[in-house]
Each structure stands twice: as structure tokens, then as C-alpha cells.
């Protein structure tokens, strides 16, 4: 099994500011499949990358995805008050699928 | 627009069955493989099971294996998860979610918003 650790476990930022979310894997992953979801209090989570670096449908250009192999980064450019969420990768290889424990983006 | 719907979450004492399941709408449903996922403060989440397409394979996560049994009816659009001898580790939010393939499986493209399945004496 593959095993996602996302860094860091919360980082503050303010509105504007550029944030950068890690995600690094226990041993490589095919293909570069990993993906990116966003999940807000109350809210399911939601797709924003997938394939390392291309953005789901209707996501906005701030949001970028970046990596392989084992080190993966989520960008996102200029924060908006609505990025204020937290964030998982997914590996999914083989028939197996595992997330990342999340990283919380609040406002500083 | 794509929607799943998830029920039968409840509260079930430990060793209990229950069935849960997902209306899906807005989209072919017997063009994809869909998931359940399940969710919990302590561990996140986690990947619970998967069936392709046709129902013709299916794949279940460690923690539930021999215990769980994932299932669809294409002519309904619904996706179902038989949950046998629960354990208290099972209590968790579960989504129901949409492959964006009918095979294998790949990532998660849409979600529902989730059934709550509380397991305890």
C-alpha cells in the first residue's frame, strides 16, 4: 500500500498570499495518478487535479498541480477567502486508492 | 448535472448488518465505476470499495474485506454497500462517488453528501 503524507499538517496565510501544499509518497506512483480534492466544513470533497497537474472542470487557473514520481505539490497562485478549505491527495494505482491525512489552509 | 444520493446510514449496535445505498442521476451510469468512500474525524478518509462498470469486478479495502459486499443495479442507477459484522472502527460518514472511468478505477470526479453510519452499544 502506498502511503500519502501531506505537508504541513495546517498553514496559515492571509487572502492574496501564495500557498504550497506537499504531498509525498512512500514508493512512486504509476503514471503520475494522483489527484487533489478541496473539502470545506460540511461539504463533501471536491476534484480540483488529477493526473498530477490537470485541472478538473471549472476550477479556476489559481490551482495548480505539479510532480511525480513520489513528491507532488499543489499551488495555489493568489489565495481568495473561498480557498480556505482542507486539502487531499489521492494516489490511485492498481486497484488500490489512498489519501493523504489532509492539510488545513486557514486564514492567518 | 450529476447528483448521488446516499441513505441508510444508521445507528447499528456491533455485529449488525446494514445496506446502504446511492441514487445516481445526470449522467450514464453504466459507463462508470463508482467507489464508497468513508470518512471519520480520527483517520480521514479512506477508501472503502469499488465496482466497475458492469458489476463484473469488484475491490474492497483491507479493513473491510470479507465483511463488506459492494454491488449495482444499472437498471435502477444505484450503487449499494452490504455492511455485515460492523465494528465500531466502521463508524464513519459514508460518500458514495463517481470513477471518471468504467474500469479499475482512477480518482473520484464527483461526490455525494454522504450517509452516517454510527456503530456502538
Known amino acids: 500500500e502506498i502511503v500519502l503524507t501531506q505537508s504541513p499538517g495546517t498553514l496559515s496565510l492571509s487572502p492574496g498570499e501564495r500557498a504550497t501544499l506537499s504531498c509525498r509518497a512512500s514508493?512512486?506512483?504509476?503514471?503520475?495518478?494522483l489527484a487533489w480534492y478541496q473539502q470545506k466544513p460540511g461539504q463533501a470533497p471536491r476534484l480540483l487535479i488529477y493526473g498530477a497537474s490537470n485541472r478538473a472542470t471549472g476550477i479556476p487557473d489559481r490551482f495548480s498541480g505539479s510532480g511525480s514520481g513520489t513528491d507532488f505539490t499543489l499551488t495555489i497562485s493568489r489565495l481568495e477567502p473561498e480557498d480556505f478549505a482542507v486539502y487531499y491527495c489521492?494516489?490511485?494505482?492498481?486497484?488500490?486508492?489512498?489519501f493523504g491525512q489532509g492539510t488545513k489552509l486557514e486564514i492567518k | 448535472e450529476v447528483h448521488l444520493v446516499e441513505s441508510g446510514g444508521v445507528a447499528v449496535q456491533p455485529g449488525g448488518s446494514l445496506r446502504l445505498s446511492c441514487a445516481a442521476s445526470?449522467?450514464?451510469?453504466?459507463?462508470?465505476?463508482m467507489h464508497w468512500v468513508r470518512q471519520t474525524p480520527g483517520k480521514g478518509l479512506e477508501w472503502v470499495s469499488l465496482?466497475?462498470?458492469?458489476?463484473?469486478?469488484?475491490y474492497y479495502a483491507d479493513s473491510v474485506k470479507g465483511r463488506f459486499t459492494i454491488s449495482r443495479d444499472n437498471s435502477k442507477n444505484s450503487l449499494y454497500l452490504q455492511m455485515n459484522s460492523l465494528r465500531a472502527e466502521d463508524t464513519a460518514l459514508y460518500y458514495c462517488a463517481k470513477d471518471n472511468g468504467s474500469g479499475y478505477g482512477t480518482y473520484f470526479d464527483y461526490w455525494g453528501q454522504g450517509t452516517l453510519v454510527t456503530v456502538s452499544s
Open positions: 445526470g449522467f450514464t451510469f453504466d459507463d462508470y465505476a
Open positions: 514508493q512512486s506512483v504509476s503514471s503520475s495518478y
Open positions: 489521492q494516489q490511485y494505482g492498481s486497484s488500490l486508492f489512498t
Open positions: 465496482i466497475t462498470w458492469d458489476g463484473g469486478s469488484t
